[in-house]
Nanobody, 118 residues
């Protein structure tokens, strides 16, 4: 049974940081590219960051570049998203996904809420 379980979301003040984690099981994690998406109320889901298998290529949306860092630990089947210098516009539900290098997600997590507010 495939599972992607996100954690680490919460309420943080502007300028703060959160570390999001996604634990994967039920598939061969090291063979998959892993991504973080987010969806804010009334907006479409957008790709935030993506890391390919073996971390050979990393992508960041312009809106998060230099503030967010994606990483993966294939020994622990985990992908992390370190979010720094958070802004109110980063408020969204953050989702973890896995794809086989196609950019078409095969698996999704249930999401974790990030709220940036003073």
């Amino acid at each position: 049974q495939v599972q992607l379980v996100e954690s680490g979301g919460g309420l943080v003040q502007p300028g703060g940081s959160l570390r999001l984690s996604c634990a994967a099981s039920g598939f061969t994690f090291r063979n998959y590219a892993m991504s973080w998406y987010r969806q804010a109320p009334g907006k479409e889901r957008e790709l935030v960051a993506r890391i390919t298998a073996a971390a050979t290529t990393i992508y960041y949306a312009d809106s998060v570049k230099d503030r967010f860092t994606i990483s993966r630990d294939d020994a622990k089947n985990t992908v992390l998203l370190q979010t720094n210098s958070l802004k109110p516009e980063d408020t969204a539900v953050y989702y973890c996904s896995a794809d086989r290098g196609t950019y078409r997600s095969d698996y999704w997590g249930q999401g974790t809420q990030v709220t940036v507010s003073s």
